[in-house]
């Protein structure tokens, strides 16, 4: 075995799987949470690192993906960024034996970047979330089959980055505007571009296996150290992955800060170093261009690194594979948020309505013409509390408004003031007694939200925490 810990292929007895691929999916960890911070940042001074941008590799994803995606209700950014395994170039010293194995990506975080660039948030999909998969089609012009059920990680394998880009769209109904694809060879030099990372260590660690050894307490890490702390399992935690993970969201957390608040984004050598050890292992789809890039990190400026934010996917154990992982009840609503974010209104109507949403029986009719907006804005609706009691259609028209049966008038006034420019809820007589119809119109939007972005989740974790505190 060789002893540097750069070299992956170590065996780690507590994986079910092959354990090499476990050390894989730490690299693109740390790559794509550095990407989401070039996005946010330091690509506002391009202009002097054009010659390193010509590193990019590009992918048509318009064109993989076809035409049926989701419809934008915002204008948030979406990036899926993803981390590969790939063996080509000089990746192939890492894990001699795989060099001919197929690509993988065991790293899958959406990037969401609210409207006005007030916040982000990075969500992570876990490898062994088991998912529908859709149909691909491959750069060669092939299609994959579609699968009712399928683990999440094999979309890359089976059909690039831009599968993963359909699936993750399917699964939960966000259009994904971008995908940035990054390997692990830079890994080293980016640790070591932003002057390394802080980290806290619970206990003395001295780990055969990762090579990492680290006495207790605070510590800024680089280079084959950093790695080794992200690859550690049995030293560090207890032993599971997904402690292991929330290790590694907290590793990225620390790095975008530093990035973002260390003077890396306003030292020219340090930049360089950093955008050079990224862009060398980069690959975005085609629209992902120069000027796409600054127009996203301008519209970043002024966000902090306490507005960056990490979580996992609502998920859990399998009931059908205690080794793999499904979506809970609580997924729908939180991708419905995400679909939803914006910024709050200036001001609210002055008559606000007493009757909590819980207490508001709800059906949504879809008017618009676009299908599936019912369904899409009726979870919008349970994600703040309302009771949806049916989702069908109406007859189209442009204007989206509240209308009520018999007894629900303050009801009907609860739901309206979330609806923007709605006309004041008429009576109908064809409503239903105690129940609330909204009619989803042509020109509809997003509802308002009580709370600016998306609301706190569990076990997220802020860029900006105290690598000694737990979240």
């Known amino acids: 075995m060789n002893s540097n810990p750069m070299y992956m292929e170590y065996v780690d007895d507590a994986d079910p799987q092959p354990a090499r691929r476990r050390g894989w999916r730490v690299l693109g960890w740390v790559c794509v949470g550095l990407s989401a911070v070039m ?3 330091s690509l506002t001074a391009y202009g002097v690192y054009r010659n390193a941008m010509g590193n990019i590799a590009h992918e048509d994803t318009d064109a993989l993906v076809g035409p049926n995606r989701p419809k934008k209700l915002n204008s948030a950014m979406n990036i899926l960024l993803l981390g590969s395994d790939t063996r080509e170039g000089a990746n192939s010293e ?6 001919n194995d197929p690509p993988r990506s065991d790293t899958m975080i959406l990037l969401h970047l609210s409207p006005g660039g007030g916040q982000a948030m990075g969500i992570s999909f876990p490898r062994d979330l088991m998912v529908p998969m859709p149909s691909c089609t491959t750069k060669g012009g092939g299609k994959t089959p579609a699968q009712s059920r399928a683990q999440i990680n094999g979309a890359f394998t089976a059909g690039g980055a831009s599968c993963v880009v359909k699936t993750i769209e399917h699964l939960s109904d966000i259009k994904i505007d971008h995908f940035m694809q990054v390997d692990f060879n830079g890994f080293k030099a980016i640790t070591s571009a932003v002057g390394g990372v802080p980290v806290c260590l619970p206990k003395d660690v001295n780990d055969r296996q990762s090579k990492l050894r680290l006495s207790r307490g605070r510590h800024t890490i680089k280079g084959a150290t950093a790695l080794a702390y992200v690859r550690n399992r049995h030293g560090l ?8 993970i929330k290790r590694q969201q907290k590793f990225m957390g620390a790095l975008a800060n530093k990035a973002m608040s260390a003077g890396v984004l306003s030292n020219p050598g340090k930049l360089l170093g950093l955008v ?3 862009t060398k292992s980069l690959t975005t789809d085609n629209d992902l261009t120069p000027p796409v890039m600054m127009k996203i990190a301008s519209g970043m400026q002024g966000m902090t690194s306490g507005k960056l934010r990490f979580v996992t996917v609502p998920s859990a154990p399998d009931p059908q594979d205690p080794n793999r992982v499904a ?4 997924a729908q609503p939180f991708f419905a948020a995400i679909r939803g974010d914006k910024t709050v209104p200036t001001e609210e109507k002055p008559s606000a309505a007493k009757i909590p949403p819980s207490q508001v029986r709800v059906r949504v009719l879809n008017a618009s013409g676009i299908v599936g907006q019912a369904r899409r804005v009726a979870e919008d609706l349970e994600s703040q509390g309302f009771q949806v009691v049916k989702v069908g259609n109406a007859a189209t028209t442009k204007t989206s408004r509240v209308t009520y049966g018999a007894g629900a008038d303050q009801q009907a006034q609860t739901l309206n003031r979330l609806i923007p420019n709605a006309p004041q809820p008429a009576a109908s007589t064809s409503g239903s007694p105690g129940v609330v119809d909204l009619i989803v119109g042509s020109s509809w939007t997003n509802l308002k939200s009580a709370k600016s972005g998306i609301p706190k989740q569990q076990g997220e974790i802020r860029a900006d925490a105290d690598p000694c505190k737990e979240p």
Request: proline share 0%; net charge neutral.
């Open 39 to 41: 996005v946010a940042g």
């Open 94 to 99: 890492y894990g001699r034996s795989m060099k």
């Open 237 to 244: 935690g207890d032993g599971s992955d997904t402690d292991r």
């Open 276 to 278: 050079n050890a990224t």
């Open 327 to 330: 979506l809970t009840s609580a």
